[in-house]
């Protein structure tokens, strides 16, 4: 059997110390739970007992996220959807009687155009997280098509009542 050694790239750093795994470089931080311990020589890691696929796969996407991070893009699609930022939330008008306010993570920084917004982070899981609750606060109507949307999807509309 092959001993699972990770190699890191420059200006990635990587340490463990009770059960945390902290990996940081120059886009960010990220911290996940781990029951394996880190062992290091020179830019090659070995977690010991090995790491399960699940928390292998987290390690590298921590790994890249600290060396590229991850953006996702979301759009506002429907008739006075509106979001803005103030003191370290998001205010959204979404078609309901008041505003929806979310405070926004820590390792989480957003950036504004007409009527789309992007997230951006290091943590991927976290900014998956935090897409989704957007997300869930106005999903896509599947008849007029108008709800958060991701930048890139497409949502097929179903067809109104024939008369």
């Known amino acids: 059997m092959r001993t699972p050694v990770f190699r890191l790239p420059i200006g990635v ?33 070995i977690f010991l007992p090995y790491l399960t696929p699940y928390y292998s796969s987290i390690f590298r996407q921590a790994v890249q996220g600290v060396v590229l991070g991850y953006t996702i893009e979301l759009s506002l699609k429907g008739i006075g959807y509106r979001v803005r930022e103030e003191k370290e939330k998001l205010i959204f008008s979404l078609g309901y009687s008041k505003p929806v306010m979310l405070d926004i993570p820590e390792d989480i920084s957003v950036r504004f155009n007409k009527k789309t917004f992007s997230l951006m982070s290091a943590n991927y899981g976290a900014l998956q997280n935090f897409a989704t609750s957007i997300r869930s606060y106005r999903f896509p109507d599947s008849y007029k098509g108008a709800g958060v949307l991701y930048a890139d999807e497409t949502i097929v509309c179903k067809e109104g009542k024939k008369t």
Request: glycine share 12%; charged share 25%.
């Open 13 to 45: 750093k990587c340490s463990s110390n009770n059960g945390k795994v902290y990996v940081s470089g120059n886009k960010g931080r990220v911290i996940f739970d781990s029951v394996s311990n880190l062992y290091r020589k020179g830019d090659m890691v």
